[in-house]
């Protein structure tokens, strides 16, 4: 409108030139005519006139916009073509000396002169307004009017000038957009709806294959129906992550995704992603390496989930394509201050590389390196997209360096805030500074990564490439005066291994009370499953937790000071490193029977029911089920129960109506925990269920873990110590 308003008054603004042009020509003639002398000059006055007359006509009539001036009584002096058309006259002529109450009805004509009398009495000069008439076939028709007074010399108002254009066809194009904008909004809710609708059909299946086979893998089986399980299995977990990509690029599509914004510890996380590609790691044969410097900022703000989903994207990818060698996380602080800190996440492979020529198409969705990248390897070719737009949502960029053949690096920033109030970092048990500490491993990459977490600790060491060199160096320390307290040794090495390394080092008088922590993969447990733990103080799972290094290195050099000459209790070690295979693959299901906790699980899947149970039970739990929300009403009427596993959809009632119904009544309802557990993972169903009173929320397909932290967080008086806590 302030558009087509500057072009009226424009097009108002010529026109009015020319007019005061005419006038000043008139008075000249006037003047010349009545001094009755230089015939010449006023034959050329007159000539001009006639001229700059017939320019002005010439003018008006064939601006496309309507143009008009009004003496005091609304009557025309002046229209043009343009407007004698709109009128459904022949000429401009016919309006002239008459007024709108001529040709329009009286009601529309007396609303005409209202506004063009606050026109004129107007101080504000332009005035400009949207209006409809209608057009001799009776149609409406939208006009956008500028008008102004008309004033003589002295600044008195004779009447006002108009000027009009037809808009018609702007408003029909501003409804048209307005109705598309309605249906692309209709379209995105109703894609939001599937999305939401599509995560519940396919998650609840899932559930059921995943859940139950993890509980039939629990089960005594013969090795090839355990290898039949675990295909089952794998192929659901790929299954799942195909499900929840497209989910993922379906939302932020959608323009539906929302981000997060709470504290969290950026090394745990990135140390979760660690252990959870450490075993596909070790069945590659490759080193899965996390290098956090001890001086990075660790509790920050910001959406942990997202960042966890692109590390694994990333990481997940190296993993994949790496054959051998190692993939590197590394994380770095560019930038620092008071408030915020520029964080970088950069990893690191060994692996095949990608051409030149298909970096600036990787990040595409459905985009792999070539054709038979696919075949060889699965995937979707969706990680990097997501990853990309998931970065980029989060204000941060995301860049990608590789060479074919030789590896690759991808790295993001991100701008987060600092966490003013930390956790404080616990203290170790025992002083472990200026300990001499060797460290042993083939990789350089690992022994620069523990040399970091060793140095922050106060601890001296040195590090060598192989066993027979580190025995050399132990050798020559003790003569030296000075020896190593401790050996962190890793297990595979070429020439002397791990396991051959503690035993020399135990079989020699002179060494035998140095400290020997061993470090190996998940992948090599059946490996070295006979190996006596007599030569081993403890052992440590790669990739190996910051706190769990520090933890081990606490607890074993406390041991040796407390009893140096005694024998350690059968409980205190593992007899075998397949007995701490077991350990790590397979946790301790915590018996809460001397913490006695009663739970419900409202379920009307019978599949998931059956998932649920099991689960529960392995954690030493007594599960009722209820098969819809009515029943876990009636229920938790009649027992007291401390958790209720609620699932949303289901029918007679839901768990959204259940939850609230169990709010509202009176008594130890009030108390119960209530935990959403549905396939919907969105974030509006998060705080549907948080609305109708539950306490916590798990996704479908549950995990045993997922199962036992939502426990620990909604009964954690209950919990034995040092089990869900």
Same mark, same amino acid.
């Given at each position: 409108?302030?558009?087509?308003?500057?072009?009226?008054?424009?097009?108002?603004?010529?026109?009015?030139?020319?007019?005061?042009?005419?006038?000043?020509?008139?008075?000249?003639?006037?003047?010349?005519?009545?001094?009755?002398?230089?015939?010449?000059?006023?034959?050329?006055?007159?000539?001009?006139?006639?001229?700059?007359?017939?320019?002005?006509?010439?003018?008006?009539?064939?601006?496309?916009?309507?143009?008009?001036?009004?003496?005091?009584?609304?009557?025309?002096?002046?229209?043009?073509?343009?407007?004698?058309?709109?009128?459904?006259?022949?000429?401009?002529?016919?309006?002239?000396?008459?007024?709108?109450?001529?040709?329009?009805?009286?009601?529309?004509?007396?609303?005409?002169?209202?506004?063009?009398?606050?026109?004129?009495?107007?101080?504000?000069?332009?005035?400009?307004?949207?209006?409809?008439?209608?057009?001799?076939?009776?149609?409406?028709?939208?006009?956008?009017?500028?008008?102004?007074?008309?004033?003589?010399?002295?600044?008195?108002?004779?009447?006002?000038?108009?000027?009009?254009?037809?808009?018609?066809?702007?408003?029909?194009?501003?409804?048209?957009?307005?109705?598309?904008?309605?249906?692309?909004?209709?379209?995105?809710?109703?894609?939001?709806?599937?999305?939401?609708?599509?995560?519940?059909?396919?998650?609840?299946?899932?559930?059921?294959?995943?859940?139950?086979?993890?509980?039939?893998?629990?089960?005594?089986?013969?090795?090839?129906?355990?290898?039949?399980?675990?295909?089952?299995?794998?192929?659901?977990?790929?299954?799942?992550?195909?499900?929840?990509?497209? !989910?993922?690029?379906?939302? @932020?599509?959608?323009?539906?995704?929302?981000? +997060?914004? $709470? &504290? *969290?510890?950026?090394? #745990?996380? =990135?140390?979760?992603?660690?252990?959870?590609?450490?075993?596909?790691?070790?069945?590659?044969?490759?080193?899965?390496?996390?290098?956090?410097?001890?001086?990075?900022?660790?509790?920050?703000?910001?959406?942990?989930?997202?960042?966890?989903?692109?590390?694994?994207?990333?990481?997940?990818?190296?993993?994949?394509?790496?054959?051998?060698?190692?993939?590197?996380?590394?994380?770095?602080?560019?930038?620092?201050?008071?408030?915020?800190?520029?964080?970088?996440?950069?990893?690191?492979?060994?692996?095949?590389?990608?051409?030149?020529?298909?970096?600036?198409?990787?990040?595409?969705?459905?985009?792999?390196?070539?054709?038979?990248?696919?075949?060889?390897?699965?995937?979707?070719?969706?990680?990097?997209?997501?990853?990309?737009?998931?970065?980029? !949502?989060?204000?941060?960029? @995301?860049?990608?360096?590789?060479?074919?053949? +030789?590896? $690759? &690096? *991808?790295?993001?920033? #991100?701008? =987060?805030?600092?966490?003013?109030?930390?956790?404080?970092?616990?203290?170790?048990?025992?002083?472990?500074?200026?300990?001499?500490?060797?460290?042993?491993?083939?990789?350089?990459?690992?022994?620069?990564?523990?040399?970091?977490?060793?140095?922050?600790?106060?601890?001296?060491?040195?590090?060598?490439?192989?066993?027979?060199?580190?025995?050399?160096?132990?050798?020559?320390?003790?003569?030296?005066?000075?020896?190593?307290?401790?050996?962190?040794?890793?297990?595979?090495?070429?020439?002397?291994?791990?396991?051959?390394?503690?035993?020399?080092?135990?079989?020699?008088?002179?060494?035998?009370?140095?400290?020997?922590?061993?470090?190996?993969?998940?992948?090599?447990?059946?490996?070295?499953?006979?190996?006596?733990?007599?030569?081993?103080?403890?052992?440590?799972?790669?990739?190996?937790?910051?706190?769990?290094?520090?933890?081990?290195?606490?607890?074993?050099?406390?041991?040796?000071?407390?009893?140096?000459?005694?024998?350690?209790?059968?409980?205190?070690?593992?007899?075998?490193?397949?007995?701490?295979?077991?350990?790590?693959?397979?946790?301790?299901?915590?018996?809460?029977?001397?913490?006695?906790?009663?739970?419900?699980?409202?379920?009307?899947?019978?599949?998931?029911?059956?998932?649920?149970?099991?689960?529960?039970?392995?954690?030493?739990?007594?599960?009722?089920?209820?098969?819809?929300?009515?029943?876990?009403?009636?229920?938790?009427?009649?027992?007291?129960?401390?958790?209720?596993?609620?699932?949303?959809?289901?029918?007679?009632?839901?768990?959204?109506?259940?939850?609230?119904?169990?709010?509202?009544?009176?008594?130890?309802?009030?108390?119960?925990?209530?935990?959403?557990?549905?396939?919907?993972?969105?974030?509006?169903?998060?705080?549907?269920?948080?609305?109708?009173?539950?306490?916590?929320?798990?996704?479908?397909?549950?995990?045993?873990?997922?199962?036992?932290?939502?426990?620990?967080?909604?009964?954690?008086?209950?919990?034995?110590?040092?089990?869900?806590?």
């Amino acid at each position: 409108m302030i558009a087509l308003g500057a072009g009226v008054c424009l097009s108002l603004g010529w026109v009015w030139s020319l007019r005061r042009r005419v006038r000043a020509l008139r008075a000249e003639l006037l003047e010349l005519h009545g001094e009755r002398k230089n015939p010449e000059e006023r034959t050329r006055l007159e000539q001009s006139l006639m001229h700059e007359r017939s320019l002005l006509q010439t003018l008006i009539n064939n601006v496309p916009d309507y143009i008009y001036v009004k003496d005091l009584q609304h009557r025309f002096l002046v229209a043009n073509a343009a407007l004698a058309k709109r009128m459904g006259k022949g000429s401009a002529g016919e309006l002239l000396g008459k007024s709108d109450f001529d040709f329009y009805p009286e009601k529309e004509a007396e609303k005409y002169a209202r506004e063009e009398n606050e026109v004129m009495g107007s101080e504000h000069g332009v005035v400009n307004r949207e209006e409809t008439t209608l057009g001799p076939d009776g149609d409406t028709i939208w006009h956008l009017t500028t008008e102004v007074p008309f004033r003589d010399a002295d600044g008195n108002v004779l009447g006002l000038v108009g000027i009009g254009r037809n808009i018609t066809e702007r408003r029909a194009a501003q409804a048209a957009l307005v109705e598309a904008k309605e249906l692309a909004e209709a379209a995105n809710r109703a894609k939001s709806d599937f999305l939401a609708n599509m995560s519940h059909e396919i998650r609840t299946p899932l559930n059921g294959v995943i859940g139950m086979t993890g509980v039939l893998l629990d089960t005594e089986m013969t090795a090839e129906q355990r290898d039949y399980a675990e295909t089952i299995r794998q192929s659901g977990d790929i299954l799942l992550t195909v499900i929840n990509d497209i !989910l993922d690029f379906s939302k @932020i599509e959608a323009g539906r995704l929302t981000l +997060e914004s $709470s &504290t *969290f510890d950026l090394r #745990l996380v =990135l140390e979760e992603v660690s252990e959870m590609l450490a075993t596909k790691a070790a069945s590659n044969g490759i080193d899965l390496i996390l290098q956090y410097p001890p001086g990075a900022p660790r509790y920050l703000i910001g959406d942990a989930g997202r960042i966890r989903q692109v590390v694994t994207n990333l990481a997940g990818n190296a993993v994949k394509f790496t054959a051998s060698g190692h993939v590197l996380i590394v994380v770095a602080c560019d930038s620092q201050d008071e408030f915020n800190a520029q964080m970088r996440i950069s990893v690191h492979d060994t692996g095949i590389g990608i051409p030149a020529e298909r970096i600036e198409s990787l990040f595409e969705k459905f985009t792999q390196v070539d054709s038979s990248t696919t075949r060889r390897y699965g995937g979707t070719g969706l990680g990097l997209a997501i990853s990309k737009q998931l970065v980029e !949502l989060m204000g941060g960029a @995301i860049q990608v360096e590789s060479r074919l053949g +030789e590896g $690759s &690096t *991808f790295r993001f920033t #991100l701008s =987060l805030p600092i966490d003013k109030l930390p956790p404080p970092s616990p203290a170790p048990a025992i002083d472990l500074a200026g300990l001499r500490v060797l460290i042993v491993d083939d990789n350089e990459v690992n022994r620069r990564v523990v040399h970091e977490q060793i140095s922050s600790w106060g601890m001296c060491n040195g590090s060598y490439a192989s066993g027979r060199e580190a025995l050399g160096a132990i050798r020559e320390a003790i003569a030296g005066g000075d020896p190593y307290q401790i050996v962190l040794t890793d297990y595979q090495m070429p020439e002397i291994d791990g396991a051959t390394l503690a035993s020399e080092i135990k079989g020699d008088a002179a060494t035998k009370d140095t400290v020997v922590i061993m470090l190996t993969s998940v992948g090599q447990w059946q490996e070295v499953s006979g190996l006596k733990c007599e030569s081993v103080d403890a052992f440590l799972v790669k990739p190996v937790r910051h706190s769990q290094l520090l933890n081990t290195l606490c607890s074993a050099w406390s041991k040796k000071l407390e009893s140096a000459q005694a024998v350690p209790a059968e409980s205190d070690y593992p007899r075998s490193i397949a007995a701490l295979h077991s350990a790590a693959n397979h946790p301790k299901e915590y018996s809460l029977g001397d913490c006695p906790i009663r739970v419900l699980v409202a379920e009307d899947n019978a599949v998931n029911q059956k998932v649920a149970r099991r689960m529960l039970e392995r954690l030493g739990i007594r599960v009722d089920v209820a098969a819809n929300g009515r029943e876990a009403i009636q229920m938790a009427d009649d027992l007291s129960y401390d958790v209720i596993f609620m699932d949303c959809q289901m029918p007679e009632m839901n768990g959204y109506e259940a939850s609230t119904e169990i709010r509202r009544r009176s008594g130890v309802n009030q108390r119960v925990a209530i935990i959403a557990m549905t396939a919907d993972a969105s974030v509006a169903c998060r705080e549907r269920c948080i609305a109708a009173g539950m306490n916590d929320f798990v996704s479908k397909p549950v995990k045993l873990d997922d199962l036992r932290t939502a426990l620990a967080r909604a009964v954690p008086s209950k919990a034995p110590s040092g089990t869900l806590a």
